[in-house]
């Protein structure tokens, strides 16, 4: 069963009309369903059911002496560059809960047989993935016209276990485990 643990954003307002901006780029864009928007604390990829007791417990520990927490939604950037996008993603900013408990899941999980990941952790949302664009400066200007827009902010009360089902029409996530702080 393919998981990852995440914080979920639900669906925005604000996200729904920036994709809409974004559908008007021609191109192979596939934006991130409203409803699927999340920010991925540690990708597990194909885990045994067996495991989840232990990753929920790895979970708890993680939030220990973390309370609810607000962050912000600033900003539109992509990987791996503004000149070869590949995804694209809302920036997150917070006082660095979600790097400490990101980096206290890899401690954790790694314990069970989780590789740890190579990349800095960055926190972000991703809102679309692309395949190819007709005109990468109408992308590029994109990017810069909202690298510093301000979306919001969202409340984290919990994280949650996610499984992932990948279909032909997009990915379906069902809530596994949810841990509060």
Partial sequence: ?????????????????????????????????????HLT???LGE??????????EVMEKS????SPFS????????????????????????????????QRLE???EVHGFKRERRKFTPHITIARVKSIKEKQEMKEFLQE????????VDVNSIVLKKSELRKEGPVYETLVEVKL
């Fill in 1 to 37: 069963m393919r998981m990852f643990i995440a914080i979920d954003i639900g669906e925005r307002e604000e996200i729904v009309d920036i994709e809409k901006k974004l559908e008007k780029i021609q191109g192979k864009i596939k934006l991130v369903e409203p409803w699927n928007v």
């Fill in 41 to 43: 604390l540690k990708f």
């Fill in 47 to 56: 885990t045994e059911e067996e495991l989840i007791p232990k990753i929920k």
């Fill in 63 to 66: 939030v220990e002496n973390v």
């Fill in 71 to 102: 962050c912000s939604l600033i900003g539109i950037g992509a990987f791996p560059s503004m000149n070869y996008v590949r995804v694209i993603w809302m920036g997150l900013e917070d006082k660095g809960e979600t790097k400490h408990i990101a």
């Fill in 107 to 109: 401690e954790g999980l």
């Fill in 146 to 153: 909202h690298a510093n827009t301000s979306f919001g902010k």
